[in-house]
């Protein structure tokens, strides 16, 4: 009879201690998607006190997984990090992810931990780099060794890398990408508006002949910016969001215009040598369009001859910024004789 009660005291107390367990997970569930919806991307911002409650707290298997981005506020100014960048391509693949799968059954959450205010939890993952990305399963127990890590390589295809991660570590489909338009629904009715008011105006000034259309001069102003465009490479630095310059580690109160290295080139680099570029394709255009019709021999030579040597000045500047960023050596193949 005692053996009886007490195995029935042993299976209450079980079905106790599991329906307490169920309770405190869905607990925990129910808190991260609080913390989701009060997101404006549906990434959750995670501190020390957080991290140990829905990470290291829990004795049973956290029923849910965290997909966590390590970030320092402090390093953003750092352009060849893109924290920024990496940081709202993070963003777009959680509101996708959440867009795509419109259930509070789906267990996945994003989050981040910022370095300067959870320095304990970066220790907790051992992340010594940045930018880093973990995701953390059910069946994780130590966060350092059991934890996936996303390779760093994998980063330059931003959120489609990021996907096909998470689709291969959860075999859960994260579903397509859905990215922010350009333009506001508000923006483009402005500029809808706009055009509808000048729209007669336009149409006046086509059939009249009066657009900049017709003007040689803005043909050849639109021609002059397309050859800097292409060859300062501004298209570079518009992708990969480079500044103009950045400040010198060593002395704050410099500015560092050429960056030594070939790992990386600052706007300001760009437009340096698109400018010694542009000088001597004007200076090429000049020599045959405008230098035919100088009728003296003695300004033409002259005129030939200054336009010879600022092109060979700003040519053998090219190369020397070329040879002092990368280290490889460009030199003109003179005659032996010259040597």
């Not at 009249?208 to 630095?237: I, Q």
């Not at 394709?281 to 002259?302: E, I, M, Q």
Request: charged fraction near 20%; charge should be negative; aromatic fraction near 12%.
């Amino acid at each position: 009879m005692a053996a009886n009660f007490f195995t029935i005291s042993i299976i209450i107390l079980s079905l106790f201690l599991v329906t307490l367990s169920a309770e405190s997970e869905s607990e925990l569930v129910a808190d991260l998607l609080t913390l989701q919806s009060e997101s404006e991307s549906g990434v959750i911002h995670l501190d020390d006190p957080t991290v140990s409650k829905f990470l290291t707290n829990p004795k049973t298997p956290r029923p849910y997984s965290l997909i966590i981005f390590f970030d320092a506020t402090h390093f953003h100014d750092k352009p060849e990090l893109r924290l920024r960048e990496i940081r709202r391509e993070f963003a777009i693949v959680a509101s996708s992810f959440i867009a795509n799968h419109n259930s509070s059954n789906t267990k996945l959450f994003f989050c981040d931990i910022e370095f300067s205010e959870s320095q304990p939890s970066f220790q907790l993952f051992g992340v010594n780099s940045i930018p880093h990305i973990r995701l953390v399963g059910p069946a994780t127990e130590s966060l350092e060794d059991d934890s996936g890590e996303m390779d760093q390589a994998g980063l330059s295809r931003f959120a489609e890398s990021m996907a096909e991660f998470i689709e291969s570590r959860t075999k859960l489909p994260v579903g397509p990408i859905h990215r922010p338009p350009i333009l506001s629904k508000i923006q483009l009715g402005v500029i809808a508006l706009v055009l509808l008011v000048w729209s007669p105006l336009v149409v006046k000034k086509i059939v009249a002949g009066e657009t900049l259309l017709h003007d040689p001069r803005s043909w050849v102003s639109g021609a002059v910016f397309v050859y800097f465009f292409s060859v300062s490479g501004a298209m570079h630095n518009i992708i990969r969001e480079m500044p103009m310059f950045v400040g010198d580690r060593e002395d704050p109160n410099k500015l560092v215009l050429f960056y030594q290295g070939s790992d990386m080139q600052l706007g300001a680099e760009g437009f340096t040598v698109g400018f010694l570029y542009t000088i001597v394709g004007l200076l090429l255009a000049f020599v045959t369009h405008a230098l035919v019709y100088v009728k003296g021999a003695t300004a033409k030579r002259t005129l030939m001859l200054f336009a010879l040597l600022l092109s060979f000045w700003a040519v053998k500047k090219v190369i020397f910024l070329d040879n002092w960023k990368t280290g490889y050596r460009i030199h003109g193949f003179w005659p032996s004789a010259w040597n």
